[in-house]
Nanobody
């Protein structure tokens, strides 16, 4: 079983940058694909970015492509989401998740473990 803890959320102005992190413990971290999801106010949780177990494959929602970058460090059991050119519509609770599914996993149902989330607020 994998435990996930997000950190690094906060308040940032539009156009700014922020990096959120996710620390994993338990399980074999390098066995899992990882993903970031977000839940905006009044909306359902949505996929943001994913990364394969070895970091060779990354994929993004169209809404963040070119602005966000997902990465991982298997030695440190960490996954990161670098967010640039932030917009007010990026305001959300950001969740880290782990999946054993093969291939690209973009649905909530693909993921086995979830963190508690970290709030990101982008002011206009």
């Amino acid at each position: 079983q994998v435990q996930l803890v997000e950190s690094g959320g906060g308040l940032v102005q539009a156009g700014g940058s922020l990096r959120v992190s996710c620390a994993a413990s338990g399980g074999t971290f390098s066995s899992y694909g990882m993903g970031w999801f977000r839940q905006r106010p009044g909306k359902e949780r949505e996929f943001v970015a994913g990364i394969s177990w070895d970091g060779d494959d990354t994929y993004y929602a169209d809404s963040v492509k070119g602005r966000f970058t997902i990465s991982r460090d298997n030695a440190k059991k960490m996954v990161y989401l670098q967010m640039n050119i932030l917009k007010p519509e990026d305001t959300a609770v950001y969740y880290c998740a782990a999946t054993l599914a093969s291939g690209r996993a973009t649905s909530n149902y693909n993921y086995n473990y979830w963190g508690q989330g970290t709030q990101v607020t982008v002011s206009s």
